[in-house]
């Protein structure tokens, strides 16, 4: 520690110390030891945010959309689902003015066809997976990005503050190849101890990876979370759910050919002890949270 150069005092008369100034001198040395060990006193804690941090998960039929504000009106918006109708009614019902960040888990019409609309609310910011979708539909949406002036970046890990909530990319894992699903940009997003997480089509492979990597942002407990790729049996296995300990589940599906939510899904979730919302039965699905981690459900259906 480099040291203060200190210049040569004048000598002044010898007086005696009261007991004042040796209370003085004995909370001064207190400092002095204290800062010598790097250990601050102890102080106030840093006051939780106040309001409420609202997640809706959009009834959308087959697809992803999340709307996340926080108190201060700060608007997040994790995909959009493949109706641009749907999607519209939704910003009008919601009053979706302005978008802050916007992200494309990947470039699945059924993830970002809504965005086309969406960009509508002039996205200052929009997060993908850095692999540029091959339709029609990711065409319209770049051009309607860039229409609204909107920032891209490719998830890298980046925290943006969203009000007084926390929101962290969680870039797609190395070496996944090609396939969207299998390079899904996950979101996590932190409000005091109330944790919401998202990782859209995410498979096996990518969840694997992520859990190799000890990442943070996908430590549990987790209030709400998203089941991964509408429930499909490739998506949440055991040791995923062990480490992200979900309490809610949102299955976000509609009407398909697909199979989903699958039994083994479904089969998963309640062994672990999840409460399950599917946006099929329920509509749209929303979680108001505090700063203490505690919360409210409501559903539209």
């Known amino acids: 520690m480099k040291k203060r150069q200190l210049s040569p005092a004048r000598r002044q008369p010898e007086r005696r110390t009261s007991g004042a100034d040796l209370l003085a001198l004995l909370v001064v040395g207190l400092t002095v030891a204290l800062a010598a060990c790097n250990i601050t006193a102890p102080s106030d804690p840093t006051p939780e945010p106040a309001g409420t941090l609202t997640v809706r998960f959009l009834d959308v039929g087959q697809g992803d959309a999340i709307l996340i504000r926080s108190p201060e ?4 918006l994790v995909d959009g689902g493949r109706s641009t109708t749907r999607m519209a009614e939704h910003m009008q019902k919601y009053s979706i003015d302005k978008i802050d960040l916007m992200v494309a888990t990947h470039a699945d019409a059924d993830h970002i066809a809504g965005l086309v609309e969406a960009a509508k609310a002039k ?5 993908n997976n850095g692999l540029a979708g091959t339709t029609q539909t990711w065409d319209r949406l770049v051009t309607a990005l860039k229409d609204a002036g909107s920032t ?8 943006f503050n969203l009000g007084s909530a926390r929101v962290s990319i969680i870039a797609p894992p190395a070496g996944m190849g090609g396939d969207q699903n299998e390079n899904s940009v996950g979101v996590r997003v932190d409000f005091g101890k109330f944790h919401a997480l998202m990782t859209g089509d995410a498979e096996k492979p990518e969840t694997t990876a992520w859990l190799s990597q000890n990442r943070p942002e996908i430590e549990g407990p987790i209030q709400v979370y998203k089941s991964i790729h509408h429930g499909a049996a490739n998506g949440d296995h055991q040791a995923w759910l062990t ?5 809610n589940v949102v299955i976000s599906v509609g009407s398909n050919t697909y199979g989903h939510p699958t039994q083994t899904a479904l089969d998963l979730y309640a062994a672990n002890g999840v409460n399950i919302y599917r946006t099929d039965e329920l509509g749209t699905v929303t979680f108001t949270g505090k700063a203490d981690g505690t919360y409210k459900v409501n559903t539209e259906r």
């Open 73 to 76: 009106g700060k608007t997040l």
């Open 123 to 127: 996205p200052t910011y929009f997060i």
């Open 152 to 159: 891209f970046q490719k998830a890298n890990n980046q925290v």
């Open 243 to 247: 480490r992200v300990r979900p309490q």
